[in-house]
């Protein structure tokens, strides 16, 4: 076994302010999730209890296997702006009668559930990682349909959805409406496109136009249950495929229904069932990452771990060493891991990758891929030696890999190093991040400095006197704009990733994710574009 060693000094001051600093930050992302796990707050959610009904955090925990594990999916989504953390809707990936599915909730106490630009995008994304890892989807729905006021940015996009869930269909995975409350308008085509339908008594309302717009546009008098109650949709159009006597007989039909589904993955099994644990305490990985991201950490501390007994043969261990890659098994997943140590990307790094990433292909194994990157060297003598077409080689490589691809972003993501070490641009099957990181083209202080020396060349060009004092002011501003836009938090709110996570569930969340990338085929790439060698 090539166990990796470890020099981590849990007793040393800089790993206590580490600590500290990294605990701070999961603090503060704990409280944001806290905000949306209280949906519309304590006001909305008794008036929801009162009438009887579960919150979507309640059904979720209701409808999967008791005992398993519920990974959650961008629960940040909105951060930053003007709606409500979370984007009324939850989503995420959890065990139903021992099948691994997407379940995407609506939030009935944040606005009746109604969907807003956010709401959309973490749909369509929680569409989109069914659709890539052949996962059956479960939606629990009860929303008032669009946001109003911010239709012009739902309406015309809004359709993918609907494109979505029978594209799903069509590939052989099941789509699953359980209807707890209004499912109107566009909404109502949702349980319309799915493949099962559970309407609740008395509570489901599923029609294209509720009564007053039918009254305008007809003339015609109905009201909710006459129109589109379940009752209705049950006995005489036929849209509900089964009629539940409440919220928890809609659960367990929807439960069954997963059970009938004679659902099999496409994926490898694990190499082994009982994988041994890392030798290392993951609460170290606290003290690992330094406060000041500039300084460099050895990313096998990292790999030590998180990685089956902390098991890692590493390849070409001697050459562009500022990347460590090697091969690890991961709760029984064989998996490959590309892992910045220096930060910095020089041409060796590059070739290693695309070298590395091709071999993972050929052996269809997939790719985690830890990123502490300030991006490719610079500079005249890195240029006159190829680093353009190498890093080029690269990101040829990522983009052209077909295994799955696991993204975590411990660290700095900056420039071009975020595309070659798959970046959300490059398609990575999930992608998770520390609440430390930051992201951006470049670091703040750089970004503000070359915006200096632009303006002070500008002024020369013009024969002007350059203004030192405000060009300071100026910078100190941006330097501030950019380091916020790099922050976490914020990213995620963007949906950039799939969450921010602590850095001690590393291990968990990949494993979690690994074992929902198996359900489907895990093939390697036939071809690649043209390298520049």
Not at 166 to 192: C, D, E, H, M, W
């Amino acid at each position: 076994m090539s166990v990796l060693a470890t020099s981590v000094d849990p007793s040393s001051e800089q790993y206590a302010a580490n600590r500290a600093d990294l605990l701070g930050k999961i603090a503060a992302v704990d409280a944001e999730h806290a905000t949306a796990v209280a949906g519309g707050g304590a006001k909305y959610v008794d008036r929801h209890h009162d009438r009887g009904k579960l919150t979507v955090r309640e059904r979720i925990e209701l409808l999967v296997d008791p005992g398993t594990p519920f990974l959650e999916l961008s629960p940040l989504a909105a951060w930053g702006t003007d709606f409500t953390v979370g984007a009324s809707v939850v989503t995420g990936i959890g065990v139903v009668n021992g099948v691994e599915c997407v379940i995407n909730g609506s939030d009935p106490t944040v606005r009746g559930g109604a969907s807003n630009p956010w709401t959309l995008k973490k749909t369509l994304r929680a569409n989109q990682i069914a659709l890539e890892n052949r996962l059956p989807v479960i939606g629990l729905v009860e929303s008032g349909g669009a946001d109003l006021p911010t239709q012009k940015e739902i309406f015309i996009p809004g359709g993918q959805i609907f494109r979505d869930l029978t594209r799903l269909s069509a590939a052989g995975i099941p789509t699953i409406a359980l209807v707890f409350g209004n499912s109107t308008a566009g909404g109502a085509y949702i349980p319309g496109m799915s493949d099962y339908v559970v309407m609740v008594k008395e509570r489901a309302k599923v029609f294209l136009a509720g009564p007053p717009l039918v009254k305008m546009a007809t003339g015609e008098d109905s009201d909710d249950e006459s129109l589109g109650g379940a009752d209705l949709h049950a006995r005489e159009s036929g849209l509900a495929d089964y009629l539940a006597q409440d919220e928890q007989d809609a659960i367990r039909i929807g439960r069954r229904i997963v059970g009938r589904l004679n659902w099999r993955k496409r994926g490898p099994e694990p190499v082994t069932l009982s994988p041994a644990p890392p030798l290392y305490d993951e609460d170290e990985l606290l003290g690992i990452v330094p406060t000041d991201l500039k300084v460099p950490f050895d990313p096998r501390e990292v790999i030590g771990r998180i990685v089956d007994g902390s098991d890692f043969d590493e390849f070409k261990p001697l050459y562009g060493s500022s990347l460590v890659t090697g091969w690890a098994t991961l709760h029984g997943y064989p998996i490959g891991i590309l892992a910045n140590a220096r930060g910095v990307l020089f041409s060796e790094e590059a070739q290693k990758a695309a070298q590395f990433i091709q071999l993972a292909n050929r052996a269809s194994t997939p790719l985690v891929f830890l990123q502490n990157t300030t991006g490719y060297m610079v500079g005249a003598e890195y240029e006159r030696g190829g680093i353009i077409k190498h890093g080029a080689l690269m990101i040829n490589a990522v983009s052209n890999s077909r295994v799955p691809h696991l993204t975590v972003v411990m660290g700095a993501s900056y420039g071009a190093g975020n595309y070659g070490m798959c970046g959300r641009a490059y398609g990575p099957r999930f992608l998770f991040t520390w609440p430390n990181a930051k992201s951006a083209v470049m670091g703040p202080a750089q970004l503000a400095g070359v915006l200096t020396i632009v303006g002070r060349q500008a002024a020369q060009a013009r024969g002007q006197d350059f203004d030192e004092d405000g060009a300071a002011q100026m910078a100190a501003l941006v330097e501030g704009q950019i380091e916020e836009q790099s922050l976490a938090p914020l990213l995620s709110g963007m949906l950039y990733d799939d969450g921010v996570i602590d850095p001690r569930d590393t291990r968990t969340v990949l494993g979690i994710a690994l074992s929902a990338v198996h359900s489907a085929p895990v093939d390697g790439a036939d071809g690649y574009g043209v390298f520049r060698l």
